[in-house]
C-alpha cells in the first residue's frame, strides 16, 4: 500500500506542479520559441520528417522532441501551453524513475530522498516547466545508461536482476536510440563516454563483451533509421551531412553570446541545482556505500558527472542547459548524504550549513532586491548607458507592487526553518521543508518575476507580431537573430523563396506587404530606404513597413 501511495503523491505532486500555468508566459528567445515554431510548421506543412524554420529546412536538431510537442499542440492547440507539456511529462516520469531505482537501490526512503532532491532544486525543477529538449533528452539517456547497468549486473551477478541481460541490453539500445533522435549524436556521445571511463577504472577489462556493445549500437542506429534512413531516401543524403558539420562546428566553435570561463558548468550547477547541490559535495568522498549494487551505481553516476561536465567544458559554446545531465547524479549523490545524515552516519555539519545559507540567501537577496530596483528604474540605468537596447528596454511599462519580494522572503524562512529542524534532530523534516520549500521558491519566482522580466526583454517585439497574424504578408528581423516572428506572427507557406531574400524584401518587387523588425542601435539603417515606412518604437524595438509593389505599373 506504501508503494502506490508514494507513486500516487509523486504523480500528484508533479501534476500540481509541473502542468498548471504552462501557459502563463510567451515562450522565450531562442531556443523555446525555435523548436515550438519547428513543431506548428510540421502541422501547417504536413511535412513531419524533415524539421523546418520559416519552412526552410532545419538542419540542427532531429524530431523527435518536436514530434512530442506538435501532438500536444494538436491535442491542446497551438500556443506555450502546449510547448512546455511534453516537458512536465518528462519531469513526472523522471521523478517516478529515480524513486523506483532508488527504491530498488536502497529502500523507499532513499527513493524518496532522491526524488526530493531532483523535485526540489532550482534549475531541475524550473526546465520540466520549459520549452527547450534537455529534459526529454536526458531522460532518454539516464534511461539508457540505467538499463545498461542493469545489464551488467545480470551478467556479473550483481545483486538482485530480474529480467534477462538480452531485454536490458535491447531496451538500452531503445532508449540511447530514441536519444539521438532527440538531440543528435551527443546523445550516444555521452554513453559511449561513461561506458568508455568505467572501462579504463576497470584497468582496460572488458566488463561487457564487444559482440554487446555492438549489439546495442546497432539497436540504437536502427532506432534512429526510422528517421535518417527515411530521409536519406526521400531527401538523399545532404541533410545528413549538414546536420554532421553542424554538430562538428558546435563542438569546435563559441557560438556568438555563448562563450564562457573554463569553469562555468561548475558555478552554474553549483549553484542552479541548489539546494542538492550542497549535500552532493559530500559524497564525491569518503563513505563508500558497502552494499556492491549501490556502490557501483555510485562509481557510474560519478563517471556520468565528470563526463558530462568536463566535456561541455570542452565545448566552445557555453549554454546552462548542455550539462543539465548532471542533475541525475547531482541529485543522487545529494540523496546518498541525505540518507546518511537521516541515519546519523554523517553530520549535517557546519560547511554544509554555510552552503545552505549562502547559496540560499544569494536567492533570496535577488528575488527581493529585484522588484524594488525595478521600482526606482532610474537608479540602474547607468549600468547600461554604453547599450541602448537595454536602456530602451528599461523604458517598458511594467508594473511593480514590492508584493514580488514574497518569493525571497519565502526563501529566507525555508532555509531558516530547515537548520532549525535539522539541528533539532528532526532531520527528514528539515530536509523535506528545504527542497519541497525550495520546489514552491520555484513556483513563486516563475508567478511574480517571469512575466515582468519578459516586458523588458520582448514583450513589444511579441505583440507587434500577434497584431500580424491575420494578415498576408511577410515578416522579418534585420539586425538580430530572433524567431519570435514566426512562432507570433503564426507565418504561413509562401508561393516563392524569395521571400528568404533580403534584398529582395527591401528593393524587390513584393507581391505582399513586408513588416521589419529591428533594434533600435539597427535603425538608421533601415531608414536610409526611404520605401519603408517606420511605424513605432517600442522597449528597444523598432517596426517597419513596406507596402506591397503594384506589379502593374511595373
Request: hydrophobic letters at 50%.
Amino acid at each position: 500500500m506504501g508503494k502506490v501511495n508514494n507513486k500516487l503523491l509523486i504523480l500528484l505532486a508533479g501534476i500540481v506542479f509541473f502542468i498548471p500555468f504552462l501557459g502563463g508566459v510567451h515562450l522565450f528567445d531562442w531556443d523555446e520559441i525555435n523548436f515550438a515554431e519547428i513543431a506548428r510548421e510540421m502541422i501547417v506543412s504536413g511535412n513531419y520528417l524533415q524539421p523546418q524554420i520559416n519552412f526552410q529546412p532545419f538542419w540542427e536538431k532531429p524530431p523527435l522532441f518536436f514530434w512530442f510537442q506538435s501532438i500536444a499542440m494538436q491535442l491542446f492547440g497551438i500556443g506555450e501551453f502546449s510547448a512546455r507539456f511534453p516537458n512536465a511529462i518528462a519531469g513526472i516520469f523522471t521523478l517516478l524513475l529515480i524513486y523506483s531505482i532508488g527504491k530498488k537501490l536502497v529502500s523507499v526512503r532513499f527513493g524518496l530522498l532522491w526524488t526530493m532532491a531532483y523535485f526540489g532544486s532550482v534549475l531541475p525543477h524550473l526546465y520540466f516547466k520549459s520549452g527547450i529538449i534537455d529534459p526529454v533528452f536526458n531522460l532518454f539517456i539516464f534511461l539508457g545508461i540505467y538499463l545498461f547497468i542493469l545489464m551488467y549486473w545480470k551478467l556479473k551477478e550483481i545483486g538482485v536482476v530480474n529480467k534477462s541481460a538480452v531485454f536490458y541490453l535491447l531496451f538500452s539500445g531503445v532508449a540511447i536510440g530514441a536519444a539521438i533522435l532527440t538531440k543528435g549524436p551527443v546523445g550516444y556521445l555521452i554513453p559511449f563516454l561513461t561506458w568508455g571511463v568505467y572501462w579504463i577504472l576497470n584497468k582496460f577489462r572488458f566488463y561487457v563483451s564487444i559482440p554487446r556493445f555492438a549489439i546495442l549500437s546497432i539497436v540504437a542506429l536502427a532506432v534512429t533509421f526510422t528517421w535518417f534512413g527515411i530521409d536519406i531516401l526521400v531527401n538523399g543524403t545532404w541533410f545528413i551531412k549538414t546536420f554532421t558539420q553542424y554538430q562538428i562546428r558546435l563542438f569546435s566553435t563559441q557560438d556568438a553570446g555563448h562563450g564562457g570561463f573554463p569553469g562555468y558548468h561548475f558555478v552554474v550547477n553549483f549553484i542552479g541545482c541548489f539546494p542538492a547541490s550542497v549535500f552532493a559535495i559530500r559524497a564525491f568522498y569518503k563513505s563508500k556505500p558497502e552494499d556492491p549494487q549501490l556502490a557501483d551505481f555510485r562509481k557510474w553516476m560519478l563517471i556520468l558527472f565528470w563526463v558530462v561536465i568536463l566535456l561541455f567544458t570542452i565545448v566552445q559554446s557555453k549554454i546552462v542547459h548542455y550539462s543539465s545531465m548532471v542533475y541525475f547524479p547531482i541529485t543522487f549523490l545529494a540523496a546518498l548524504t541525505l540518507d546518511r545524515i537521516v541515519d546519523r552516519k554523517v553530520y549535517f555539519n557546519g560547511w554544509m550549513r554555510f552552503g545552505v545559507i549562502g547559496v540560499g540567501s544569494l536567492f533570496a537577496l535577488v528575488t527581493i532586491a529585484l522588484p524594488f530596483l525595478a521600482k526606482s528604474i532610474d537608479v540602474m540605468k547607468p549600468l547600461f548607458e554604453k547599450d541602448p537596447f537595454a536602456m530602451a528596454n528599461l523604458d517598458a511599462q511594467v508594473r511593480w507592487t514590492g508584493w514580488e519580494a514574497l518569493a525571497g522572503m519565502e526563501m529566507i524562512a525555508v532555509v531558516v526553518f530547515a537548520i532549525i529542524f535539522m539541528k533539532r534532530g528532526r532531520l527528514m523534516r528539515g530536509i523535506f521543508t528545504l527542497f519541497i520549500g525550495t520546489a514552491f521558491f520555484v513556483q513563486l519566482t516563475l508567478f511574480f518575476f517571469i512575466g515582468r522580466i519578459e516586458g523588458y526583454s520582448q514583450d513589444a517585439a511579441v505583440e507587434f507580431c500577434e497584431s500580424l497574424q491575420d494578415k498576408d504578408c511577410y515578416i522579418t528581423t534585420t539586425g538580430y537573430k530572433s524567431y519570435v516572428q514566426y512562432f507570433y506572427a503564426r507565418v504561413k507557406p509562401q508561393s516563392t523563396n524569395l521571400y528568404t531574400d533580403k534584398n529582395w524584401l527591401l528593393n524587390g518587387n513584393i507581391d505582399k506587404d513586408v513588416y521589419f523588425m529591428t533594434k533600435i542601435h539597427r535603425a538608421d539603417e533601415l531608414r536610409k530606404y526611404e520605401q519603408l515606412e517606420e511605424l513605432y518604437s517600442k522597449n528597444g524595438f523598432v517596426f517597419f513597413k513596406r507596402q506591397a509593389t503594384d506589379l502593374n505599373n511595373q
